[in-house]
């Protein structure tokens, strides 16, 4: 059976799936076959990740949510349970982070907002679709880390901070889930080429990964039987951009 085929009638959520590395799993998974339910705050980004993927709308649910709200999380994992009745795979990769701040002068409402979207709402969201997925008797989660969690330039303290705090959370709950006969891990790359990172000099945009690469890595987990899969993949660009060259 080819992937599409093996695929058929399975279902992801992708946070963040408007642009960057979202909207790149997204459209693999729409490849393999998946249908799609994609979250994010702007619906015309949204809009073109469906457009792109070529699926009709009964087979690329959008849902607006701003998963910095408490209710977030439920409203989203109930919009997919009721338009398809199953979810196999669930991709937390929403992520935020303002400019680099130093820790003095960031805004505790940034603070705040980190911790939401960064680390409460992948947790609430896990706790969701792993619920789901027990009944099921299967699936997939992959939480979206990042390198900053060990190596964060300063101005990064609390960013760095959330993303330590979801590689501990998956760590520690990845036997809990396989004992339910499920996968979870977590990716962790370095600079990835999309919007989130500003335009700076000291940054080669080319030496990055591309949101490809982390797709590929997404999809290496999503189709990895359940005792090899990895409880965490780490993703290095080709060089450290932040070396002054
Ligand atoms: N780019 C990198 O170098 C890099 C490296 C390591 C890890 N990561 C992680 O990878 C993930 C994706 O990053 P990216 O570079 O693809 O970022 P991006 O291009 O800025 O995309 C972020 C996505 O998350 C959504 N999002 C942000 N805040 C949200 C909120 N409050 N509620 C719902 N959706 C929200 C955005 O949509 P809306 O704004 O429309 O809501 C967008 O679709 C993040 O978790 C990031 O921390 C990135």
Redo the contacts with the bound molecule.
Sequence with gaps: MSAPEASQGRVAVI?????????AVALVLARAGYSLCL????RD??EETRSQSGLSHERALIVL????TED?PDLLIGAALDCYGRIDVLIN?????PPRTPLLKMRPVDVD?MI???LR?PIALTRLAAAAMTAQGAGTIVN?????ASKAPSGEAV?AAT?AALIAFTRAAFHEMRLSGLKLSVI??????????PNNKRLARAA??S?AD?AHAVMQIVNSPAGACPVEVMLEPQLDPERPR
Excluded: C, F, H, Q
């Excluded at 962790?188 to 990172?197: E, K, N, S």
């Design positions: 946070t963040g799936a408007g642009r960057g590395i979202g909207r979250a994010a705050r702007s980004e949204l949510v701003d998963l910095a977030a990769n929403a992520g935020w982070a907002r939401a979207v960064n709402a979206v880390a990042s390198t900053a960013y993303k962790v790359p370095g600079l990835v080429d999309t919007a989130l990172i990055m990964l949101t982390v």
